[in-house]
Each structure stands twice: as structure tokens, then as C-alpha cells.
């Protein structure tokens, strides 16, 4: 599945590696997500919640 993901993450100008302290994420598994892994819907609204954005920017 496509999503915005990363795009989104580095308009805010976080790494990955904060995006998965923030998140409490595996840095391999926001990776994976980040290049079109399946995620589940309450990984997305952990993400838009570290991002402070909304779940519908990262699809």
C-alpha cells in the first residue's frame, strides 16, 4: 500500500529514528512502513500522533 508516511515525516523535518522513540515503534517496522508494508490502522495513529498531523495525511 502506498501512503505518505515518510513524505509527511520529513516535511516535518523528524528522522526516523525520532519517529520511532516518539512512537515506541521498532525503527525496522516504521522502515517497513514507511516503504509500503501493510500497517495497521493504530500504527497510523500513533505516527499521526507523534507527527501531529491527521491519519488521513499519511494515506
Same mark, same amino acid.
Given at each position: 500500500?502506498?501512503?505518505?508516511?515518510? %513524505?509527511? $515525516?520529513?516535511?516535518?523535518? %523528524?528522522?526516523?529514528?525520532? !519517529?520511532?522513540?516518539?512512537?515506541?515503534?521498532?525503527? $525496522?517496522?516504521?522502515?517497513?512502513? &514507511?516503504?509500503?508494508?501493510?500497517? %495497521?490502522?493504530?500504527? !497510523?495513529? $500513533?505516527?499521526? &500522533?507523534? !507527527?501531529?498531523?491527521?491519519?488521513?495525511?499519511?494515506?
Amino acid at each position: 500500500m502506498k501512503n505518505n508516511v515518510k %513524505k509527511v $515525516r520529513q516535511q516535518k523535518g %523528524k528522522s526516523l529514528y525520532w !519517529l520511532a522513540n516518539s512512537t515506541g515503534l521498532a525503527y $525496522r517496522n516504521l522502515w517497513d512502513v &514507511e516503504h509500503g508494508a501493510d500497517v %495497521k490502522l493504530s500504527t !497510523l495513529y $500513533r505516527i499521526a &500522533e507523534a !507527527l501531529q498531523c491527521k491519519v488521513t495525511d499519511l494515506i
